[in-house]
């Protein structure tokens, strides 16, 4: 699969002042990695925006700075505001194709169930992500699990169950749940009494028993 790409450049306005950029549709970027001196950079936010759209974290990013010869970069980490959503801050990760690194790959269910065609059932996951292994280049943008083959309740897909290439290692626990369908309890309703109607109810057998007799008092 072919490397996005992005542009970007160096930046000199740091910390508050950022916002000065934003308010001239350039986002405030990061670059770091192991080994690698941290660098702050800034890209044009619409471009940014359209790499984030089909980059997600595990896509490899051909990054441009100033001229210099691309690197190779994960998105690391992206920031938003929490009330308009708009881009704050990117971080992105500089690796080499030549080292394997660990990364955690979203898992997407594709399909219908036949299992789950029926009333009272409904899809369990276990995990929404895989924690692999392998070089940048074969990093997988999503580990796609057809969950047509369950035609079961309770019917189990698990780690052990996913393919993948040869060269990616798994840290997950092969036994470790995936995806499965289950039937939906029940909860059985109990009648409860209220506490009013209880305290009527002993009041009316108070009522209804017989009062004891009183005895004359003996004369002395």
């Known amino acids: 699969m072919e490397d996005l ?8 306005v740091l910390k508050k002042k950022a916002r000065f950029l934003r308010r001239q549709g350039i986002t405030p970027t990061h ?3 192991h080994n690698v001196k941290s660098v702050a950079l800034q ?11 089909h980059a997600g974290r595990t896509r490899l990013v051909s990054l441009e700075v100033d001229g210099e010869k691309p690197k190779s970069v994960f998105v690391r980490e992206i920031q938003r505001d929490p009330i308009t959503r708009k881009l704050l801050h990117v971080d992105f990760y500089q690796v080499r ?32 992500s895989l924690s692999v292994e392998c070089l ?4 997988p ?14 019917q189990p897909i698990l780690v052990k169950d996913i393919l993948l290439d040869p060269e990616i290692t798994v840290h997950a626990d092969p036994e470790q749940l995936v995806v499965k369908i289950s039937e939906v309890a ?3 309703e109990v009648e409860e009494v209220p506490e009013v109607e209880e305290e009527e109810a002993v009041a009316e057998e108070e009522a209804e028993a ?3 007799e009183e005895k004359p008092e003996e004369e002395s």
């Open 210 to 212: 017989p009062a004891e």
């Open 97 to 128: 194709r030549t080292e394997k690194i660990a990364v955690d790959v979203p898992i997407v269910l594709v399909g219908e169930a036949p299992a789950l065609k029926f009333k009272g059932r409904m899809l369990v996951h276990g995990i929404n």
């Open 186 to 188: 029940v909860k059985e």
């Open 43 to 53: 890209c044009d936010t619409n471009a940014l925006q359209n790499l984030l759209a």
């Open 5 to 12: 790409k992005l542009k970007a450049m160096h930046r000199k």
């Open 141 to 154: 943008p999503q580990i796609e699990i057809d969950i047509t083959q369950l035609e079961e309740v309770e």
């Open 136 to 139: 940048p280049t074969i990093v």
């Open 31 to 33: 670059l770091y990695g």
